[in-house]
């Protein structure tokens, strides 16, 4: 296919905290770029996606959620979501069908900040409205997508599942017909712009969000310090340390005798042996560091300061 018919462009995928963001860019990819744990606020940093097929290359942006939350991480969040907007070619917006079937009081207090600031913008957006899965009457969406046509009227609603993958296929052919004509940016086999440093950090904070109480992994910060192929044994060794905001949420993380810590490195390891394709020797130490979600220089050598 040439240039002159071949599509390309970048897509923001915004919205609320804990709509299903990461699960719908890993689910149109076919594989997992970016991690999904039942906690909001997972996804820091803009994560990019491609999906690349003969005739179209979508470059996905997946942004932290859009909160109302304090603090300078906070803010350095919302500001990636932001310089993703700037981006796009395509807004997609995404929600969870079943909270605001739920709570239909919830969506002024949500997303009437992003419809005013969007409302004058002429770019295609594609609101997804997921987790459809969650109710069997798709009946009671109707009062729903009646609201969202009135609050973005040029928008095309699209409901979906992420995670039963219902809908996906539709969902993609929407959003290439609606990309700009041009060449692929990224190799065909390149599925993401992240390095396979930031990948591992982000596996292992995955497992410390599954594992860890409510209030811990908000303050916990990864960092892979070491990387080797080892050539001899055929492995990559991994260092990364694992920094908390208290001491007591390094006694957390470590567990009774170790266990906790161990449990995580187990299953951090067998997703980054996928990752990697080969063997992998993976050692983590916990270190304290108080008050890092407000430590600018820190933020800023963990990449999490938006540029």
């Known amino acids: 296919m040439t240039d002159q018919h071949h599509r390309c462009g970048r897509v923001a995928l915004m919205g609320p905290p804990n709509a299903g963001k990461s699960t719908l860019l890993n689910a149109l990819l076919g594989q997992k770029v970016t991690i999904v744990t039942p906690k909001p606020q997972t996804t820091r940093n803009q994560i990019v996606g491609i999906l690349t097929d003969p005739g179209s ?11 109302q939350l304090r603090g300078r991480l906070s803010k350095t969040m919302l500001q990636a979501v932001w310089q993703s907007l700037g981006q796009a070619d395509v807004i997609m917006p995404v929600l969870d069908a079943h909270l605001y079937i739920r709570h239909p009081e919830f969506l002024e207090r949500d997303l009437a900040p992003v419809a005013q600031a969007l409302a004058s913008d002429t770019r295609p957006m594609i609101v997804v409205v997921n987790k459809v899965d ?6 009671r969406m109707l009062p729903l997508l009646t609201t969202l046509h009135e609050m973005w009227p040029g928008a095309e609603i699209f409901p979906a599942s992420a995670l039963l993958r219902d ?13 700009p004509q041009g060449p692929a940016e990224f190799p065909e086999d390149q599925i993401s712009t992240a390095p396979l440093r930031f990948m591992a950090a982000e596996i292992i904070r995955e497992k410390l969000f599954l594992h860890l109480r409510q209030e811990v992994p908000y303050a916990v910060a990864v960092d892979v310090e070491n990387w080797e192929e080892d050539a001899e044994r055929g492995q990559t060794l991994i260092q990364a340390v694992i920094y908390v905001a208290r001491p007591m949420h390094k006694a957390m993380v470590i567990g009774r005798a170790g266990a906790g810590i161990k449990e995580i490195g187990t299953e ?3 997703d980054i042996i996928e990752l ?32």
């Not at 290359?57 to 909160?67: E, V």
């Not at 809908?167 to 990309?179: I, K, T």
């Open 268 to 270: 951090a390891r067998k």
């Open 57 to 67: 290359q979508i470059i996905f942006m997946d942004t932290p959620g859009l909160t």
């Open 167 to 179: 809908g996906l296929p539709e969902l993609a052919a929407l959003v290439r017909s609606r990309l």
């Open 134 to 139: 969650l109710f069997a009457d798709k009946s």
């Open 276 to 307: 990697v394709g080969g063997k992998v020797h993976l050692e983590l130490w916990v270190k304290v560091r108080e008050h890092w979600t407000e430590d600018v220089a820190f933020l800023r050598d963990m990449g999490l300061m938006a540029e």
